[in-house]
T-cell receptor, first 113, second 118 residues
Framework: GAGVSQSPSNKVTEKGKDVELRCDPISGHTALYWYRQRLGQGLEFLIYFQGNSAPDKSGLPSDRFSAERTGESVSTLTIQRTQQEDSAVYLC???????????FGEGSRLTVL | AQKITQTQPGMFVQEKEAVTLDCTYDTSDQSYGLFWYKQPSSGEMIFLIYQGSYDEQNATEGRYSLNFQKARKSANLVISASQLGDSAMYFCAMREDLLTGGGNKLTFGTGTQLKVEL
């Protein structure tokens, strides 16, 4: 499809395990964002990539969280040693430039038992 | 201070009526953008409308309009002729510092849950 694609859509893991979430942005979109949405809450900014510039990591909650993006393509968000408070929906979004609306994927729901 | 404040956690409106969802924001930047997104129970985020800080006219998109009051720092969403399908969570968001390229992330409010009733 032409939209932002995220996988897996659902992930259940045990506390302490590492997880990797994937985002495939809309082709041609230079900007890519990760947000976290806990149940019943708003969206919490995690990290932003713009082209080849250094990413804005100011929203990452701890050093257990990291993200990578190769060029203007796929991004992966990695959570190491997961904790129960990491349970949330992780939303990826892309935009064609650094202004304008964000186009969101359907999210990856992470449940840490 | 919160960047985006949505004071209505829940709202009810009757079908075919208009409803206003409140949003106030806090920024010292002169150039910024305000957005509204809809999130139905399915979870997807749907872009509704955008207002730039220098736009003199209030933004409109079909049944959606944005009541932009710059001096009051408010950007309320007005939905006219509500439909059952409008039942969803609505988020106000802001992007700051557009002119210098610092406007990267959108900062979101906590949302308003709208329920449209027959």
């Amino acid at each position: 499809g032409a939209g932002v694609s995220q996988s897996p859509s659902n992930k259940v893991t045990e506390k302490g395990k590492d997880v990797e979430l994937r985002c495939d942005p809309i082709s041609g979109h230079t900007a890519l964002y990760w947000y976290r949405q806990r149940l019943g809450q708003g969206l919490e900014f995690l990290i932003y990539f713009q082209g080849n510039s250094a990413p804005d990591k100011s929203g990452l909650p701890s050093d257990r969280f990291s993200a990578e993006r190769t060029g203007e393509s796929v991004s992966t968000l990695t959570i190491q040693r997961t904790q129960q408070e990491d349970s949330a929906v992780y939303l990826c979004a892309s935009s064609p430039r650094w202004v304008g609306e964000l186009f969101f994927g359907e999210g990856s729901r992470l449940t840490v038992l | 201070a919160q960047k985006i404040t949505q004071t209505q956690p829940g709202m009810f409106v009757q079908e075919k009526e208009a409803v206003t969802l409140d949003c106030t924001y806090d920024t010292s930047d002169q150039s910024y953008g305000l957005f509204w997104y809809k999130q139905p129970s399915s979870g997807e985020m749907i872009f509704l409308i955008y207002q730039g800080s220098y736009d003199e006219q209030n933004a409109t998109e079909g049944r959606y309009s944005l009541n932009f009051q710059k001096a009051r720092k408010s950007a309320n969403l007005v939905i006219s002729a509500s439909q059952l399908g409008d039942s969803a969570m609505y988020f106000c968001a802001m992007r700051e510092d557009l002119l210098t390229g610092g406007g990267n992330k959108l900062t979101f409010g906590t949302g308003t849950q709208l329920k449209v009733e027959l």
